[in-house]
């Protein structure tokens, strides 16, 4: 399968715990952005990365989340000491490039967070 | 004002009818203008990409993108019931604000 790949599909956390969400990108493709869509609402940008840095955050919450792409390895995206408004599905996306290319989404990581 | 704008809906067309969805987008300096279906409970897939103002034709799908008015739409020909699902018009900004931005979606459904 050459698409994104997110994993896991379903992630289930108590109040308080840590929440890893990992991101393997489309062959090829270097950008990676993570988005948030709670229930019947529409997807809210996060953060955008490419190898190694971090291009915007601005979408990101201050506290508690934080994304990282390695120079090997997948994108992951944390969520410390997790609340019940966090339960969301969170989605991955890639691109070829930085300008005009789209972006490509995986099937998402639902999180519940009871 | 919101950056991007769609009417949520929803929209019912009959089956074998036009459905017209429309967006505008608040930065005037955009250059790369998305369509993506989304069914329930699914991720988001790309439709069509237009970066050009006119019309760009794939199969059954037209883009139309008008950058002077800031407004980008999607016609769908010959509607089938399996083209309803929540219909999303995504913005790419300028050198320094590569981000993708959508807008809430606009739900449609195809009356058979």
């Known amino acids: 399968n050459a698409g994104v790949m997110q994993n896991p599909r379903h992630l289930v956390r108590r109040r308080g715990q840590e929440a890893r969400l990992r991101c393997s990108p489309m062959?090829?493709?270097?950008?990676v952005y993570w988005y948030r869509q709670l229930p019947e609402e529409g997807l809210k940008f996060m953060v955008y990365?490419?190898?190694?840095?971090?291009?915007?955050e601005s979408g990101m919450p201050k506290e508690r989340f934080s994304a990282e792409f390695p120079k090997e390895g997948p994108s992951i995206l944390r969520i410390q000491q997790v609340v019940r408004g966090d339960s969301a599905a969170y989605f991955c996306a890639s691109s070829a490039d930085r300008y005009n290319s789209p972006l490509h989404f995986g099937n998402g990581t639902r999180l519940t967070v009871t | 004002q919101k950056e991007v704008e769609q009417n949520s809906g929803p929209l019912s067309v009959p089956e074998g009818a036009i459905a017209s969805l429309n967006c505008t987008y608040s930065?005037?300096?955009?250059?790369?203008f998305f369509w993506y279906r989304q069914y329930s409970g699914k991720s988001p897939e790309l439709i069509m990409s237009?970066?050009?103002?006119g019309d760009k034709e794939d199969g059954r799908f037209t883009a139309q993108l008008n950058k002077a008015s800031q407004y980008v739409s999607l016609l769908i020909r010959d509607s089938q019931p399996s083209d309803s699902a929540t219909y999303l018009c995504a913005v790419k900004g300028s050198f320094g604000n590569e981000k993708l931005t959508f807008g809430t979606g606009t739900r449609l459904t195809i009356i058979p």
């Open positions: 062959k090829g493709h270097s950008h």
């Open positions: 930065d005037r300096v955009s250059q790369s």
């Open positions: 237009i970066y050009s103002n």
């Open positions: 990365l490419q190898k190694e840095n971090i291009i915007d």
